[in-house]
């Protein structure tokens, strides 16, 4: 019987700090949805959007930083920002793509560039294809088709680029 009592106090104080140890970290999760919905209010986004996005959102900093990023480089508003980094699995590579095709391409509409980023699966290669596209004189709209529907790889575009 004293080796039951034994163990049992044994297993007890090993069990309760494993058990702590394995409880979740909410206030660090909270403090990013704050911070998160605060970010986005100040870009414009209505505070009941930020806090439902904040909320639901898997890293609440990523989607803050896309709309942020977006909102500062580009002619496009908090709130279709939001809808755009909301639905990607990238919202780091959504922005870019944004950013650097707004920049690189002015006579393209921003809003054509965060559609099509949004729908491309690599937000990064996508803004790569077409800005190499377009340096070989085709026309923006054609460059960003043909790099959604992947119509051209690298290869056919320049050769030396296959090995």
Known sequence: MQ??????????LVSLPVFLLAIPNSPAI?????SCADSLILDGVAKSSAAAACSDALEP?????????IKANTDIKGDDALQSCYRVRRPNEL?????????????????MA????????????????TLDLTS???????????????EFTPSQVNPETAQ
């Not at 080796?3 to 007890?12: A, D, E, G, Q």
């Not at 944004?98 to 920049?103: A, G, L, Q, R, W």
């Not at 070989?136 to 959604?148: D, F, G, L, N, P």
């Open 30 to 34: 909270a403090g990013d949805i704050g």
């Open 61 to 69: 900093r990523l989607l803050a930083s896309c709309v942020q990023d």
């Open 95 to 111: 922005a870019s793509c944004v950013i650097d095709i707004s920049d690189s391409l002015k006579q393209v509409k921003s809003g």
């Open 3 to 12: 080796i039951l009592v034994k163990v049992i106090r044994w297993t007890s």
């Open 136 to 150: 070989i004189e085709i026309s923006s709209e054609k460059a960003m088709k043909s790099c959604i529907a992947a």
């Open 114 to 129: 965060l559609d099509n980023c949004r729908r491309s699966l690599l937000p990064a290669q996508y803004a790569e294809c």
